[in-house]
C-alpha cells in the first residue's frame, strides 16, 4: 500500500515526485486544527470571535516562519462568505497590484461582496506599493490579512498599521511540534498509519526544528521517505533516521528581522550582566548563523564604554584591540578574539558612571541650562576679561588649584566603588576636601 495516497496499486513515489509535501497536505483546514497560537486563537478570544463570526477587519500576521501565517490565512478563506484572492510581496508589482484592487473595487460595486485580499511576505513591498493599498482598505473595496516575518512596527507603513489588527503568532512549543507530526504519521492525508517514529525521535525533531512546524513535517517526510519499509510494510524510524533526516541544525536568525535584535540584545545584556557562559553561548549562535564580526566587535567597544567604562578602563583597550584584530586576521580565527573580549567583559567590575554623567548634563542642556564660559577659562585676551587670570593646575601642590571649571555645583559623575573606579572616586573625594566641597 502506498503510504501517501493510499492506494494498493501505486508504487511508492519519490519525494516531491507527483505529489503533495506532507506539509502542504497536513495544512490545518479548521481553527481546531490549529496548533500552539492559543493566545489569539484560543475560545473567546478576538481573533477566533471574528473569524467565526465572520467580521473579520483588516489584520496584519506577523511572526517566524513555520508558524502557521499563511495556514490561519486560508482556514479564514475557506470560512468566510467574502470573495478571496491572494497573491506574495515578491510577485506583485504595483501594476498586478492595482489590477487585483480595482477589481476588488469593481466586484463590490457590482455583487455587493467584500474582497479578502491575502498578501504573503507583505514585508518586501516598498512604500510605493503599500500606499497603493491605503486608500481600498479605507474604503473597505478589500479587507487585507498581510503576512510578515518582519516586524510590522519596523516594515510596514504606519498608516497602514494603523488601519489593521496586528496579531503576533508564536513558534510552537515542542509539545505542539510532537502533536503536528503525530498527526502526520495517523492522519490519511499525512502518512496513513504507514510509519511509526519512536518518542525520543519525534522529541529530537520537535528540539531541532525550533517552532518551525514546516521543517519538522519535511524531516519526517524525508525520513519516512528513506528508510526501507520492514517485512510487514511499515517503516519504522529511530531517532537515527530522524537525526540523519535533519542533518546540521538550521539556527533561527535572520540577518534583517526580531530575531538579530534579539539575539545580539541577549548577547549584550549577558555580557553587562556578568555571565560570560550565556554571553559566549550568544556569541556562538551569532557566529554559527553568519553574523558579521565586525557587527560583534563593534557592539563590544560600545559596551566598554557604556557599561564597564572606569571600573576597567582596559576593557575598552581590549575591545577596540579586538575589532582590530577581527578586521585584520578576518574569520574563523577571529572567533577567538572576539571569545576572549566577550568574556573579559563580562567578567570585569560594572559601571556606567560615566555613561549617566553625560545623559545628565545633556538632559540640563536640553532643558535650557546653558552656562557660560567662565572668563579666566576663555581663549586669548577679551575686552571684558579684566583681570581675572587662569591658575596652570600643574602649578599646584599634587598638580591640583582651586578654581571654578563651570559656573554650576551640580555633580554629573559619580564614580562607583568598583574596580578602578574606586581609586578614582577617593581622588575626587580628596580634591573636593581641597575645594571644601562634599561629594
Given at each position: 500500500?502506498?503510504?501517501?495516497?493510499?492506494?494498493?496499486?501505486?508504487?511508492?513515489p519519490?519525494?516531491?515526485?507527483?505529489?503533495?509535501?506532507?506539509?502542504?497536505?497536513?495544512?490545518?483546514?479548521?481553527?481546531?486544527?490549529?496548533?500552539?497560537?492559543?493566545?489569539?486563537?484560543?475560545?473567546?478570544?478576538?481573533?477566533?470571535?471574528?473569524?467565526?463570526?465572520?467580521?473579520?477587519?483588516?489584520?496584519?500576521?506577523?511572526?517566524?516562519?513555520?508558524?502557521?501565517?499563511?495556514?490561519?490565512?486560508?482556514?479564514?478563506?475557506?470560512?468566510?462568505?467574502?470573495?478571496?484572492?491572494?497573491?506574495?510581496?515578491?510577485?506583485?508589482?504595483?501594476?498586478?497590484?492595482?489590477?487585483?484592487?480595482?477589481?476588488?473595487?469593481?466586484?463590490?460595486?457590482?455583487?455587493?461582496?467584500e474582497?479578502?485580499?491575502?498578501?504573503?511576505?507583505?514585508?518586501?513591498?516598498?512604500?510605493?506599493?503599500?500606499?497603493?493599498?491605503?486608500?481600498?482598505?479605507?474604503?473597505?473595496?478589500?479587507?487585507?490579512?498581510?503576512?510578515?516575518?518582519?516586524?510590522p512596527?519596523?516594515?510596514?507603513?504606519?498608516?497602514?498599521?494603523?488601519?489593521?489588527?496586528?496579531?503576533?503568532?508564536?513558534?510552537?512549543?515542542?509539545?505542539?511540534?510532537?502533536?503536528?507530526?503525530?498527526?502526520?504519521?495517523d492522519?490519511?492525508?499525512?502518512?496513513?498509519?504507514?510509519?511509526?517514529?519512536?518518542?525520543?525521535?519525534?522529541?529530537?525533531?520537535?528540539?531541532?526544528?525550533?517552532g518551525?512546524?514546516?521543517?519538522?513535517?519535511?524531516?519526517?517526510?524525508?525520513?519516512?521517505?528513506?528508510?526501507?519499509?520492514?517485512?510487514?510494510?511499515?517503516?519504522?524510524?529511530?531517532?537515527?533516521?530522524?537525526e540523519?533526516?535533519?542533518?546540521?541544525?538550521a539556527?533561527?536568525?535572520?540577518?534583517?528581522?526580531?530575531?538579530?535584535?534579539?539575539?545580539?540584545?541577549?548577547?549584550?545584556?549577558?555580557?553587562?550582566g556578568s555571565?560570560?557562559?550565556?554571553?559566549?553561548?550568544?556569541?556562538?549562535?551569532?557566529?554559527y548563523?553568519?553574523?558579521?564580526p565586525?557587527?560583534?566587535?563593534?557592539?563590544?567597544?560600545?559596551?566598554?564604554?557604556?557599561?564597564?567604562?572606569?571600573?576597567?578602563?582596559?576593557?575598552?583597550?581590549?575591545?577596540?584591540?579586538?575589532?582590530?584584530?577581527?578586521?585584520?586576521?578576518?574569520?574563523?580565527?577571529?572567533?577567538?578574539?572576539?571569545?576572549?573580549?566577550?568574556?573579559?567583559?563580562?567578567?570585569?567590575?560594572?559601571?556606567?558612571?560615566?555613561?549617566?554623567?553625560?545623559?545628565?548634563?545633556?538632559?540640563d542642556?536640553?532643558?535650557?541650562?546653558?552656562?557660560?564660559?567662565p572668563?579666566?577659562?576663555?581663549?586669548?585676551?577679551?575686552p571684558?576679561?579684566?583681570?581675572?587670570?587662569?591658575?596652570?593646575?600643574?602649578?599646584?601642590?599634587?598638580?591640583?588649584?582651586?578654581?571654578?571649571?563651570?559656573?554650576?555645583?551640580?555633580?554629573?559623575y559619580?564614580?562607583?566603588?568598583?574596580?578602578?573606579?574606586?581609586?578614582i572616586?577617593?581622588?575626587?573625594?580628596?580634591w573636593?576636601?581641597?575645594?571644601?566641597?562634599?561629594?
Amino acid at each position: 500500500m502506498d503510504l501517501f495516497n493510499g492506494q494498493s496499486e501505486a508504487p511508492k513515489p519519490k519525494a516531491g515526485a507527483g505529489t503533495a509535501p506532507l506539509a502542504a497536505r497536513m495544512r490545518p483546514q479548521t481553527l481546531d486544527e490549529i496548533h500552539g497560537q492559543d493566545h489569539i486563537l484560543g475560545a473567546d478570544k478576538l481573533l477566533r470571535r471574528a473569524i467565526e463570526a465572520d467580521r473579520i477587519n483588516s489584520i496584519i500576521l506577523y511572526g517566524p516562519p513555520g508558524c502557521g501565517k499563511t495556514t490561519l490565512a486560508e482556514v479564514i478563506a475557506m470560512t468566510t462568505n467574502r470573495r478571496f484572492e491572494r497573491t506574495s510581496g515578491v510577485l506583485a508589482n504595483v501594476a498586478i497590484l492595482r489590477k487585483l484592487l480595482e477589481g476588488a473595487s469593481h466586484w463590490k460595486k457590482m455583487n455587493g461582496q467584500e474582497t479578502i485580499l491575502f498578501i504573503d511576505e507583505i514585508h518586501r513591498f516598498n512604500k510605493a506599493q503599500q500606499d497603493v493599498l491605503l486608500p481600498y482598505v479605507e474604503n473597505g473595496d478589500i479587507i487585507l490579512i498581510g503576512a510578515t516575518t518582519h516586524n510590522p512596527f519596523f516594515f510596514i507603513n504606519t498608516p497602514l498599521n494603523s488601519r489593521s489588527q496586528i496579531f503576533q503568532l508564536q513558534s510552537l512549543d515542542e509539545a505542539s511540534v510532537i502533536q503536528v507530526l503525530k498527526r502526520a504519521l495517523d492522519a490519511p492525508t499525512g502518512l496513513n498509519g504507514l510509519v511509526a517514529a519512536s518518542d525520543d525521535g519525534l522529541a529530537h525533531l520537535a528540539a531541532v526544528c525550533e517552532g518551525d512546524a514546516r521543517r519538522a513535517l519535511n524531516a519526517l517526510e524525508i525520513a519516512a521517505l528513506t528508510t526501507p519499509p520492514e517485512d510487514d510494510g511499515m517503516v519504522r524510524l529511530t531517532r537515527h533516521e530522524i537525526e540523519e533526516s535533519v542533518q546540521k541544525k538550521a539556527v533561527l536568525y535572520d540577518h534583517d528581522e526580531d530575531e538579530h535584535y534579539d539575539t545580539i540584545s541577549a548577547f549584550i545584556k549577558s555580557v553587562r550582566g556578568s555571565d560570560p557562559n550565556a554571553a559566549v553561548y550568544w556569541l556562538a549562535k551569532m557566529l554559527y548563523a553568519g553574523e558579521d564580526p565586525r557587527f560583534i566587535a563593534r557592539r563590544l567597544v560600545i559596551l566598554a564604554s557604556e557599561d564597564i567604562g572606569n571600573a576597567d578602563p582596559r576593557g575598552l583597550t581590549l575591545a577596540v584591540s579586538a575589532m582590530q584584530a577581527v578586521e585584520f586576521i578576518g574569520m574563523p580565527e577571529g572567533r577567538i578574539t572576539l571569545s576572549q573580549a566577550t568574556t573579559y567583559l563580562a567578567c570585569a567590575p560594572k559601571s556606567n558612571a560615566a555613561y549617566l554623567a553625560l545623559n545628565a548634563a545633556l538632559d540640563d542642556i536640553k532643558e535650557g541650562r546653558t552656562l557660560p564660559v567662565p572668563k579666566h577659562l576663555q581663549s586669548g585676551p577679551k575686552p571684558d576679561k579684566g583681570s581675572v587670570s587662569y591658575k596652570y593646575a600643574h602649578n599646584g601642590e599634587d598638580h591640583f588649584v582651586d578654581q571654578e571649571y563651570a559656573p554650576t555645583d551640580k555633580i554629573y559623575y559619580e564614580p562607583t566603588e568598583q574596580g578602578y573606579e574606586e581609586t578614582i572616586r577617593k581622588r575626587i573625594e580628596y580634591w573636593n576636601s581641597l575645594r571644601g566641597k562634599k561629594h
